[in-house]
């Protein structure tokens, strides 16, 4: 009905409007997507293979796709925000963005992140800051913040995160989109930097992020290849029969803020929706564990795999091969405006040697994580949901989250945990800020979140235009 090219153009004009406000795509791509693009209207117009068999092979025929930059992308940068590698270009793709190429996807370009991934504020020295379409004074959330932000403003449709502890969900919460975390090790995690090494691999998780739900499952499919068969995608979901389980904050970790009024209406709607239109019972359910989620999540971030392999150290990642890091060094550096690291980044870095010194402490929630596992597991099985709420504030001003540190736990609990989870929004709040819900299922059952997120959707808007500029 279109021509690819007028698709990828309109992307390529909404992008060179709206970016100098948000700065959510760091590099464009746009020549080689127009040349993309119209090699796949040559494609269509010569009628080579019918409608049915490009559908099978190319699934993605011509849609315009963003990319987290700490992804390779053949030709783009690949810094993770760090200023040592700002003249690294990619001279090949990560795993999921070939796939995606080969499903007939065009890249537009690659999206901003924190310093090597691990901040929830995507700001660093190589790209400075991106900014919420919401209120341009707020954070994207981190460390797929450019991502979260290009879908939010409508500067793209679908794209490609990844997650260690709530960085595909939490810029999706905070941009008012779509974020699924796959069940661990069904998508690949080539082709990224830092890539996770010991036991982080089984908590890193590729995944899809978009703007519409209806788009995340067939992503998903393409971004897991060989691995969608530990998934059960084809099976029908009917959401009447599905045990739902509703949590509403954490128990009170001292760690961590408050969960807002707002969000919790948005919780308790959802609950209400469902008992009402669905005729389901909500269980609500308190798991004490989920208190000490932060501390759980950094005392497994940091324990040794099955081989007795050591955690990678963020301080050796700093030096990225060249010349070490000292934290306390670059502290007082960066008090005098000469280091080249965010504060977060060095602060990380400085946690890490303490953490440390505490190795008995981290043993003991090391194991109240496994049999928080156990726990979730039983109580969900392969026909349970869980309502959980994707982070305990809406999107914070700049800088703010240095005085919040660890909100993030409400999103990174569920990697250690290896659970699937989709983040997925619910409208606005009274300040025309995101709302949203994660909701949570047993180890290789995505395919229940994926149906709540299409439900959801229809029930409550899903994605809402930020500004008068995408109606």
Request: hydrophobic share 40%; proline share 6%.
């Amino acid at each position: 009905q279109v021509k690819c090219t007028d698709v990828v153009q309109a992307y390529i004009t909404r992008i060179q409007e709206v970016n100098p406000l948000v700065n959510a795509i760091v590099k464009d791509r746009f020549d080689a997507a127009l040349q993309e693009a119209s090699q796949v209207d040559k494609l269509l117009s010569e009628g080579r293979g019918d409608e049915d068999s490009l559908q099978e092979k190319c699934p993605f025929l011509g849609v315009p796709f963003t990319v987290k930059e700490a992804f390779a992308l053949h030709g783009m940068p690949n810094t993770s925000g760090l200023v040592s590698r700002r003249n690294l270009i990619s001279s090949s793709d990560a795993l999921v963005v070939s796939r995606l190429k080969q499903a007939g996807a065009i890249p537009l370009g690659v999206t901003n992140c924190s310093e090597l991934c691990m901040w929830y504020e995507s700001s660093n020295n190589v790209y400075g800051r991106t900014n919420n379409p919401y209120d341009l004074q707020r954070i994207v959330g981190g460390s797929s913040g450019g991502e979260g932000c290009a879908l939010g403003a409508a500067c793209s449709l679908i794209g490609v995160g990844s997650d260690i502890g709530g960085s595909i969900r939490m810029p999706a919460f905070f941009n008012g989109v779509f974020g699924h975390k796959p069940t661990t090790g069904v998508v690949p995690n080539d082709g990224q930097f830092p890539n996770a090494v010991g036991v982080r691999t089984e908590f890193l998780c590729t995944g899809p992020m978009c703007r519409y739900a209806e788009d995340l499952e067939p992503m998903l499919r393409i971004m897991a290849g060989p691995g969608v068969r530990k998934l059960k995608l084809d099976e029908e979901v009917s959401l009447e029969k599905v045990k739902f389980y509703s949590m509403e904050h954490d128990g009170g970790s001292v760690f961590v803020s408050p969960v807002d009024k707002e969000i919790l209406r948005a919780q308790r709607k959802v609950v209400e929706h469902l008992e009402t239109q669905l005729g389901v019972q909500v269980q609500h359910v308190t798991i004490h564990k989920m208190k000490y989620a932060f501390q759980i999540w950094s005392a497994m971030m940091s324990s040794q795999d099955s081989d007795g392999q050591d955690a990678q150290l963020f301080t050796d990642l700093l030096g990225d091969h060249g010349k070490p890091v000292w934290p306390l060094w670059e502290l007082m550096k960066w008090f005098l405006g000469m280091s080249f690291h965010t504060i977060p980044a060095i602060a990380l870095a400085l946690t890490e040697k303490l953490m440390k010194l505490t190795p008995g402490g981290n043993a003991k929630l090391v194991s109240m994580g496994r049999s928080l596992r156990t726990e979730m597991m039983n109580l969900l099985g392969s026909d349970g949901l869980l309502l959980y709420p994707s982070h305990p504030v809406v999107a914070p001003k700049h800088y703010s989250p240095l005085g919040m540190p660890f909100n993030f736990a409400y999103t990174a609990v569920f990697n250690v945990l290896g659970l699937p989870v989709t983040q997925c929004p619910l409208g606005l709040n009274s300040e025309g800020l995101p709302l949203g819900v994660q909701v949570v299922a047993g180890p290789h059952n995505d395919h229940l979140t994926l149906a709540m997120a299409r439900y959801l959707e229809k029930a409550f808007g899903g994605w809402v235009c930020p500004g008068k500029s995408c109606h």
